[in-house]
């Protein structure tokens, strides 16, 4: 990767056109051809940018440029479309370049898959003598994360979110209305349960007499604390 700190134009023109004043910003080049201009704002999200196939061909400016100072232009250009960067630098303040090599990816903590995992194995969370029929219940309409049985035996139907909002409480309803048609398994009580639930999400379950449950993520990994285990 290329980073260049400097002062700095830019004019995009192709399917939209834009321009960004002058001023002082980091330049990125990534080894797959990408371009990026950033602020020291706007958290990650870069000003402009062109993304690959394309090639960057840098250049001397012309007379015009150069009496207003710019020291070279680079020129982005999209390999299959007339989308075109076009950047004029003044002052460059740094410019590096690093090999990061191969990056494995993020590896995402506490997401929907390892929730289900979790509360299948607790199943309790849920309340005391509540068991597990299986997790990925099938439907027509696609799986329920976890189908149980409380203490009494009867369908308990669990969707399970990260956050949870007004579309997964409509989603457990799609389910609900569907599994409760089905003679062996009437009736099914749902259960929305999630690291944290909106107070909208929250009133349209209540009201569908669905039940929330709060997962705590953190409480769950601790829970099988080898330490504590006599086996």
Known sequence: MRVV???CAARYTGRLNASLPLATRAIMVKADGSVLLHSDGGSYKPLNWMSPPCTLRSA???AEASSRGVTA?????HDKTDDRLEIELYEVFSDSEHALGVDPGLIKDGVEAHLQVLLAEQITLLGAGHTLVRREFPTAIGPVDIMARDSGGASVAVEIKRRGDIDGVEQLTRYL???NRDPLLAPVAGVFAAQEIKPQARVLAEDRGIRCVILNYEEMKGEDDAEKRLF
């Open 73 to 77: 232009v680079w020129v982005v250009q």
């Open 5 to 7: 700190i400097a002062q």
């Open 177 to 179: 209305e569907l599994l």
């Open 60 to 62: 001397l400016p012309d």
